[in-house]
């Protein structure tokens, strides 16, 4: 949840121009990473709970090309980016060791 929040401060930097394009994106699939997690937890069984986390983790790959996008674009500083995006490495790996071990 802690990631969620802080692309929405990083995307307020964002131009305007990206309000309803990157800035929206990026946000509602860092915000998916979490929400994703909630619903699947909740589910009936593991193989349920193992596709949500599936979902989140493609939700945390979609932070990651926009997070890239941004600095491509140069939209903020690479010191934001850099730390965000080993932020985000470090979640990948956490997660899919997770899902590898939903029995």
């Known amino acids: 949840m802690v990631l969620g929040e802080q692309i929405q401060q990083l995307s307020a930097l964002f131009p305007k121009k990206e309000r309803y394009n990157l800035t929206q994106q990026i946000t509602r699939a860092a915000d998916s990473i979490a929400l994703n997690i909630a619903e699947g937890s909740i589910s009936q069984s593991n193989p349920e709970f193992r596709r949500f986390v599936g979902y989140a983790i493609r939700s945390l790959a979609e932070v990651v090309t926009c997070l890239l996008k ?9 010191s934001n980016i850099d730390e965000l995006y080993n932020d985000c490495y470090h979640l990948m790996n956490m997660m899919v060791t997770f899902k590898r071990n939903i029995r």
């Open 70 to 78: 941004a600095r491509h674009r140069s939209y903020t500083s690479d």
